[in-house]
């Protein structure tokens, strides 16, 4: 594996936390707009895909060593992109957001899973007991939380579809990322997920305009917070550190959403929620430091290629 430093100098386990932090903010947007899901993260994509179109280096085209395989990695990329946003989106109307993440935390399992058969990535005792501390952690944080209705259970089914298209999507992302610029990759990927929400919005026949003022600010939002600073970065991840601790990173997302409610919205915090994201960040602390002893910091080196 290619290990270097991402971009300005920035460690990527530094990246990784920006990324994270980012993602967090998702489910707490998602949850305050009555919006189709679908057209709100079809026009997360687009908006995406138009902030970027600039910082894309057209040239590399013409350089491009991908075969018919690659290409349709690639495509199988953004649908499962558009697939993750479909289904993980649509739980949080059905279920709670605690029950959605916790279903989410298992992410880094299917990941560990997928890169023993793809990559065949050997994970040791002590990681793999590392990762079921974090995940344990996660379960604890949302146990007052977790919904038990028919509506809830239907809601958790889909976040369970959203958690498997999502690890599939870093799966396949870390194979065919390598091969091509990740701005490149990153429009690609996110317009073809777009473009699936939009058949899909068509399809149910859902209203693409006539949307407010204040909507039209929560899909550029979706665009420039979780999308920008998250899924991108992740993309930029892939190559360097991998799909699986990329997977355990986002293990921490309700943790930080649980620490920016109580800085910024005044939100206690319960007895649960303390222990669980101590139990948590512990365990996710623990794996990247035996990460680290694996990998050295000094092993990255700067980029060739500064964004553009």
């Given at each position: 594996?290619?290990?270097?430093?991402?971009?300005?100098?920035?460690?990527?386990?530094?990246?990784?936390?920006?990324?994270?932090?980012?993602?967090?903010?998702?489910?707490i947007l998602i949850k305050m707009s009555d919006t189709p899901t679908a057209v709100a993260g079809m026009y997360r994509l687009y908006i995406?895909?138009?902030?970027?179109?600039?910082?894309?280096?057209?040239?590399?085209?013409?350089?491009?060593?991908?075969?018919?395989?690659?290409?349709?990695?690639?495509?199988?990329?953004?649908?499962?992109?558009?697939?993750?946003?479909?289904?993980?989106?649509?739980?949080?109307?059905?279920?709670?957001?605690?029950?959605?993440?916790?279903?989410?935390?298992?992410?880094?399992?299917?990941?560990?899973?997928?890169?023993?058969?793809?990559?065949?990535?050997?994970?040791?005792?002590?990681?793999?007991?590392?990762?079921?501390?974090?995940?344990?952690?996660?379960?604890?944080?949302?146990?007052?939380?977790?919904?038990?209705?028919?509506?809830?259970?239907?809601?958790?089914?889909?976040?369970?579809?959203g958690t498997l298209a999502v690890s599939a999507y870093f799966l396949v992302g870390q194979k065919v990322s390598r091969k091509m610029n990740?701005?490149?990759?990153?429009?690609?990927?996110?317009?073809?997920?777009?473009?699936?929400?939009?058949?899909?919005?068509?399809?149910?026949?859902?209203?693409?305009?006539?949307?407010?003022?204040?909507?039209?600010?929560?899909?550029?939002?979706?665009?420039?917070?979780?999308?920008?600073?998250?899924?991108?970065?992740?993309?930029?991840?892939?190559?360097?550190?991998?799909?699986?601790?990329?997977?355990?990173?986002?293990?921490?997302?309700?943790?930080?959403?649980?620490?920016?409610?109580?800085?910024?919205?005044?939100?206690?915090?319960?007895?649960?929620?303390?222990?669980?994201?101590?139990?948590?960040?512990?365990?996710?602390?623990?794996?990247?430091?035996?990460?680290?002893?694996?990998?050295?910091?000094?092993?990255?080196?700067?980029?060739?290629?500064?964004?553009?």
């Open positions: 594996m290619n290990n270097r430093k991402m971009f300005w100098g920035i460690h990527p386990y530094v990246l990784l936390f920006i990324s994270i932090l980012s993602v967090s903010i998702s489910s995406s895909v138009l902030i970027m179109l600039p910082l894309v280096p057209w040239r590399t085209l013409r350089t491009l060593r991908l075969n018919a395989s690659d290409w349709g990695s690639v495509i199988a990329a953004g649908l499962l992109l558009g697939m993750h946003f479909l289904f993980w989106m649509e739980s949080l109307v059905h279920t709670s957001v605690a029950s959605s993440m916790v279903i989410l935390a298992l992410q880094p399992l299917f990941v560990m899973i997928g890169s023993y058969f793809m990559f065949k990535e050997r994970v040791g005792i002590a990681k793999v007991l590392c990762l079921v501390a974090a995940l344990f952690g996660s379960v604890i944080i949302a146990w007052g939380d977790i919904g038990v209705s028919r509506q809830a259970l239907f809601g958790d089914a889909l976040s369970l579809i990740a701005n490149l990759y990153s429009v690609i990927v996110f317009l073809i997920g777009g473009s699936m929400l939009l058949v899909y919005s068509l399809w149910n026949q859902l209203p693409l305009t006539g949307y407010s003022g204040a909507d039209w600010t929560y899909f550029l939002l979706l665009a420039i917070i979780p999308t920008m600073f998250g899924q991108y970065i992740f993309n930029l991840l892939l190559p360097s550190i991998g799909a699986t601790t990329v997977s355990v990173g986002i293990i921490g997302e309700p943790v930080l959403a649980i620490v920016m409610a109580y800085l910024f919205l005044g939100e206690q915090m319960s007895a649960f929620q303390f222990t669980g994201g101590l139990l948590t960040l512990l365990g996710m602390g623990m794996y990247f430091w035996l990460q680290s002893l694996k990998r050295p910091i000094a092993d990255y080196v700067p980029v060739d290629e500064p964004i553009r």
